[in-house]
């Protein structure tokens, strides 16, 4: 059981934010319960051995980061490393009746001379080079404000200090500003991509929700890199949760918060283990968990439901596999992301038969290679023989396409999963199964996860992975100073649903802690 029945704070859920927020307050001297609901600390940002007797450690579920402010590990003295990928993307394609791709990264000629080859000249890359750098701009002005208290919307737009890029991210569906910038069909699609990850929407979509996805995508870090977590993502929330605990947080996990109540002032927090059940009070509760989940322990009114809209898909291989596109070394395309049926026209398909309630004939995906940048993910007899790890996330699968009995939503990922895997075979020569590595029970190593499968391991609502659409990092009604307030006063949103959150940052975590020290 709990040390105490009273604390300054108990936290709800121990995954990335919750555990952030434990480790600035313990270190400012407070008393912190951290409750988690499993066996362990991460939530979704873990690392597991999901194939059976292989000593492969994957990010099972988040697998990237670049939303981390570099101020959270350093505050906190987090030991804890991530590493930039020597490529940014590569896209292949069919031209001709000849297989041939788009290489972003190993240098500036390098880029240039493969968008020249994809379209036979200089233009495109100029505007890529353009664009993106406006977007490096508007990432060096917005990301310092995501730990800062919430600016107004003038107040940031004042702050970005530049009237086009404030139109293409924040007023104007980002579509129109793809379409103007870019004639090639592949370069498109490849800028689109960061705002459709996790997020079901078409270029063209007059709610915006596309462009709050790519403001959050290019701007992390200020720059808009993304990067491999040295150790797998596990490795990040096992250093958060060391150091919350050498503060002095308590944590204690297989503890299920199950009510909550509170009078503005005071609050008390029921929960149920394996042996018993249980209450804490604290003067304050921090919600790492969504939206939905919060109204679910207050037994107030729940918010619109949210609905996740990918499959993520980790693999593990003996070798990586050959590619039609003999110019680039599959050591290199996959380094990065590698881009499938990505192109504009494909991804605009895709979304319209997913909206229409069917599965998408060519599933969109991207692909990347941890152990390539990070081989310790891998015992040490697998990177001597060369084993590699493949991370898939597919795009525009929502959650209402797997609705049905537990046969039905099982079928229709069996089916999504071949698809999508065929979509990489077109691409490849030689096909994928010939290179996924067995299990101890001789079973390919390769897993499947739909939205609905990870509502139900980590209570995603919908399966959604940013709790529920992601806002513009600016103040909006009843947020409070710093994005992360709810109808209590002293119950604050410190998980993915709080403003400025999504992804795997310690934003909320961070944000949540100082509203309460009242910074």
Not at 117 to 140: H, I, P, Q, V
Not at 238 to 251: K, P, Q, S, T, Y
Not at 317 to 328: F, G, I, K, S
Request: charged share 20%; with cysteine.
């Amino acid at each position: 059981m709990p040390a105490h029945q009273v604390y300054d704070t108990v936290i709800v859920g121990g995954g990335h934010n919750g555990l952030v927020a434990a480790a600035y307050l313990a270190r400012a001297g407070k008393s912190v319960l951290v409750l988690e609901r499993l066996g362990h600390t991460g939530g979704a940002a873990v690392s597991t051995r999901p194939f059976a007797g292989v000593d492969a450690r994957l990010s099972r579920y988040s697998y990237l980061v670049s939303l981390l402010p570099q101020k959270i590990v350093d505050d906190l003295g987090l030991r804890f490393a991530v590493r930039k990928r020597t490529v940014s993307s590569y896209t292949p394609v069919v031209r001709d009746g000849r297989p041939t791709g788009l290489l972003v990264g190993g240098g500036e000629e390098r880029t240039r001379a493969s968008f020249r080859r994809l379209t036979g000249s200089d233009s495109a890359y100029t505007a890529w080079e353009a664009f993106y750098g406006m977007t490096r701009r508007a990432a060096e002005r917005i990301f310092p404000t995501l730990t800062e208290p919430l600016p107004t919307r003038e107040a940031l737009r004042e702050r970005l200090g530049d009237d086009t890029a404030w139109r293409v991210l924040f007023e104007e569906p980002i579509g129109v500003a793809v379409e103007e910038r870019f004639g090639d069909d592949l370069v498109r699609g490849v800028v689109l991509t960061d705002a459709l990850i996790g997020t079901f929407a078409d270029a063209h979509d007059p709610s915006l929700a596309q462009n709050r996805c790519f403001l959050y995508h290019v701007i992390g870090g200020g720059t808009g890199d993304w990067d491999v977590p040295v150790g797998g993502m596990g490795a990040f929330t096992d250093a958060l949760a060391g150091a919350a605990r050498a503060a002095g947080a308590e944590i204690v996990t297989g503890y299920e918060a199950t009510a909550l109540r509170t009078d503005g002032r005071e609050a008390e927090v029921d929960f149920r283990t394996a042996s018993g059940e249980g209450t804490v009070a604290a003067r304050h509760v921090l919600v790492n968990a969504s939206p939905e989940a919060l109204a679910a322990l207050t037994g107030t009114t729940a918010p619109e439901r949210a609905e996740g809209a990918q499959l993520k898909v980790n693999m593990l291989l003996t070798r990586l596999p050959r590619l039609r596109d003999t110019a680039v070394d599959p050591r290199e395309a996959f380094a990065g992301t590698f881009h499938i049926g990505e192109g504009y026209g494909a991804l605009a398909a895709a979304y319209a038969q997913a909206a229409a309630g069917k599965l998408p004939t060519a599933p969109p995906s991207e692909i990347y290679c941890h152990s390539l940048t990070d081989p310790s993910i891998l015992g040490p007899d697998l990177a001597r023989r060369g084993y590699q790890t493949l991370t898939l996330f597919g795009l525009h699968t929502p959650a209402r396409l797997f609705a049905g009995t537990a046969k039905d939503h099982d079928r229709t990922r069996e089916v999504l999963l071949e698809a999508t895997l065929a979509q990489l075979d077109a691409h490849l020569a030689e096909p994928l199964a010939d290179c996924l590595a067995t299990d101890a029970d001789g079973r390919p190593c390769i897993e499947a996860k739909t939205p609905l499968d990870l509502e139900r391991e980590l209570r995603l609502p919908g399966g959604n992975i940013f709790h529920r659409p992601l806002a513009f990092p600016y103040a909006r009604e009843s947020a409070g100073r710093w994005g992360v307030a709810t109808a209590h006063p002293n119950v604050l949103l410190c998980g993915a649903g709080a403003v400025r959150g999504g992804g795997v940052s310690g934003i909320p975590g961070h944000n949540a802690a100082m509203a309460v020290l009242g910074r």
